[in-house]
């Protein structure tokens, strides 16, 4: 099976500008390509996953990926997907960020005797002479059809400042470079980056007038439609320290029966034959497939000895054989206490298994939460009253016990 149809196959490829040219590069030739990442966080999340594991697909089948970082077009933000203007960063953060987002790729990425490059578009974005920018690449651009784009629709009813205007030019222009200075034929990106995409083919082929070629790759949604990698305290995050590698384990073991499939395919390696078996599991015996891609990401984004940890603790604390150890833990200090007490619904707030006290009442009116005072794991007891107070003596061992629904454990010490 080529490269190219394994993609097909697995579910990943969503449009090409010219398929049939696309294929022959990537199952025939050895080519450069390369996939953006503008510096919006400290750690690379679940969504950025998907585009990792394309990158190795292809860096396994002996093509270069040049990975762009977009410390310049990260002063700006891309408007795709977004009704609002991005919160613009500064200089210092967007450098730290290129930093941390540097060390999570070289997990999943072969640096080695220069099998794949990280560059930065800050680069040759910054010092950029705006009229020779205007005059020599503005120009081969439609107004009319920069604004028929989907990056920019939704962001045309509240108002697109001409500052995001010029995000399609710049990455349109990063191509371009990573042509003339890489030799770099081929860019991809997510679905919602299809028309940035073609503004980069259209300009190489104006400017250069080479041929160049661009893929986009399905986004990773739930069966709902949803954005995947999204949880009620936020993102599912690559660093374990914004994400515990429990939780990171626990989102994949959780997800919905119908994606279990579908993620089997677009986000591990294992092979296909295997998956389709998998495919024929119902009900009760989907959980199997559920816990083998759990392990597997697990392992893929945090090593193999704590993904096993993380799989065992979840084993255990649904067994009724837990322990708190290598359980998800948020330290808090005593000055959390008033009087030497605080509400439960506070100290949902607090340690973030709530985004607010309305969704704590909530949860406790629906009998969501357990606490093991004490650190007693074994025996919880259901909060029944949203006003039930929670005071220092209860961390008697240091420490106490939440259990959020059905699945989510939580350990809270003080420190």
């Not at 078996?277 to 816990?291: F, H, M, T």
Request: aromatic letters at 10%; hydrophobic letters at 40%; one cysteine or more.
């Amino acid at each position: 099976m080529t490269v190219f149809e394994e993609l097909k196959l697995r579910g990943l490829i969503a449009q090409c500008t010219n398929e049939e040219k696309v294929k022959e590069l990537v199952d025939n030739e050895k080519i450069s390509f390369y996939i953006g990442f503008d510096p919006t966080a400290d750690s690379l999340h679940v969504g950025h996953f998907l585009q990792m594991v394309i990158m190795r697909h292809l860096q396994r089948a002996g093509h270069r990926p040049i990975i762009l970082f977009g410390g310049g077009t990260g002063f700006i933000g891309d408007p795709s997907g977004k009704t609002d203007m991005r919160k613009m960063m500064n200089a210092e953060r967007i450098k730290h960020n290129v930093e941390c987002f540097k060390k999570q790729m070289s997990r999943f990425i072969d640096f080695s005797c220069g099998k794949a490059l990280m560059v930065n578009n800050a680069d040759w974005l910054k010092d950029l002479n705006y009229i020779d920018f205007l005059r020599e690449v503005g120009v081969h651009f439609s107004v009319n059809r920069m604004l028929s784009a989907e990056c920019y629709k939704a962001r045309l009813e509240k108002g697109l400042t001409f500052f995001e205007l010029n995000y399609m030019i710049m990455q349109s222009y990063d191509f371009y470079v990573l042509n003339r200075d890489y030799s770099c034929v081929l860019q991809l990106g997510g679905d919602d980056q299809w028309s940035n995409i073609i503004g980069g083919v259209e300009l190489v082929r104006r400017k250069a007038q080479k041929e160049v070629f661009g893929l986009t790759f399905t986004l990773l949604t739930k069966s709902d439609g949803k954005k995947m990698g999204k949880t009620e305290s936020g993102a599912v995050w690559l660093d374990e320290n914004k994400t515990s590698v429990y939780d990171f384990y626990q989102y994949w073991r959780n997800i919905d029966d119908a994606d279990v499939i579908k993620c089997l395919k677009m986000l591990t390696f294992i092979p296909l034959g295997e998956i389709e078996k998998l495919s024929g599991l119902k009900g009760e015996d989907l959980n199997e497939a559920k816990k083998i891609l759990a392990l597997e990401l697990t392992k893929m984004v945090h090593g193999e000895e704590k993904a096993l940890v993380a799989q065992s603790t979840a084993t255990n604390l649904f067994s009724k054989k837990a322990n708190s150890e290598n359980m998800p833990c948020k330290k808090v200090t005593r000055d959390i206490f008033t009087d030497g007490n605080i509400t439960v619904v506070d100290l949902l707030v607090k340690v973030g298994l709530t985004s607010s006290k309305s969704e704590a009442r909530r949860l406790i009116e629906q009998g969501g939460i357990e606490i093991g005072l004490g650190g007693n794991i074994n025996s919880l007891e259901k909060v029944l009253d949203v006003s039930k107070i929670i005071n220092a003596g209860d961390f008697s061992n240091g420490f106490i016990v939440i259990k959020k629904g059905k699945k989510v454990y939580f350990k809270v010490e003080i420190i």
